[in-house]
């Protein structure tokens, strides 16, 4: 079984820290994801990453950051927390080819206060 | 406009009372219609893929179904361990998936 591991299951950051949340999957996948989840929004792409050091914009990148220095792992990074980013966030990764769905883990809920 | 719309938001049904949650899609070029589970404080499970019109898909209770225009994920005779919330993602053409926001269901005993 694919099995993608979140660093943090709960995270409370103050507004204008450097936060990082960690990503690692254990299926030697190529791509990889950073969503976040919010209410009534449901799930939004905010970066992936198809190999290792290549980054994309998903659609809401703006106050993120990513990096990719080894392929089982993917980092984001908030440069600036602001509370407006406090929200539940899923790192997903798949391999390539037709069809192949994407594996998330649990999750890590993040709290700027 | 949003390219996967799901409905309803919430159901809540019996035990054993079967219902159907819908998907429905605008992208053209589908390259994969995607359903999930999602229990509370987890990440999505996946459940199913499906690629072309009439195809369907079966896991014990659950039957996904597809159309040119949306998808079904029927839920026969459910059962309390069944509430969830169901996510449904489109794939079009190379690009990234891009999620519905998803029907809550509620099997009471």
């Known amino acids: 079984d694919v099995k993608v591991t979140q660093s943090s299951r709960y995270l409370v950051k103050r507004t204008g820290e450097k936060v990082f949340l960690e990503c690692v999957q254990d299926?030697?996948?190529?791509?990889m994801f950073w969503y976040r989840q919010d209410p009534g929004l449901g799930l939004r792409l905010i970066y992936f990453?198809?190999?290792?050091?290549?980054?994309e914009k998903g659609d809401i990148p703006e106050g993120y950051s990513v990096s990719r220095e080894k392929k089982e792992r993917f980092s984001l990074i908030l440069e600036s927390a602001s509370t407006n980013q406090t929200s539940m966030y899923l790192c997903?990764?798949?391999?390539?080819?037709?069809?192949?769905?994407?594996?998330f883990g649990d999750g890590t809920r993040l709290s700027i206060l | 406009e949003d390219q996967v719309t799901q409905s309803p938001e919430a159901l809540r049904l019996q035990e054993g009372e079967s219902s159907s949650l819908n998907c429905s899609y605008t992208?053209?070029?589908?390259?994969?219609l995607f359903w999930y589970r999602q229990d509370p404080g987890k990440g999505p499970e996946f459940l199913f893929t499906?690629?072309?019109a009439g195809e369907e898909k079966e896991k014990e209770r659950l039957k996904a179904t597809l159309t040119k225009k949306e998808s079904f994920l029927h839920i026969t005779a459910p059962k309390p361990e069944d509430s969830a919330t169901y996510l449904c993602?489109?794939?079009?053409?190379?690009?990234?998936?891009?999620f519905g926001k998803g029907t809550m269901l509620l099997v009471s005993p």
């Open positions: 997903a990764s798949t391999s390539t080819g037709e069809g192949q769905p994407q594996h």
């Open positions: 299926m030697d996948h190529e791509n």
């Open positions: 990453s198809y190999d290792v050091k290549m980054k």
């Open positions: 992208v053209s070029g589908l390259r994969g």
């Open positions: 499906l690629y072309s």
């Open positions: 993602a489109v794939k079009e053409g190379y690009s990234t998936l891009t």
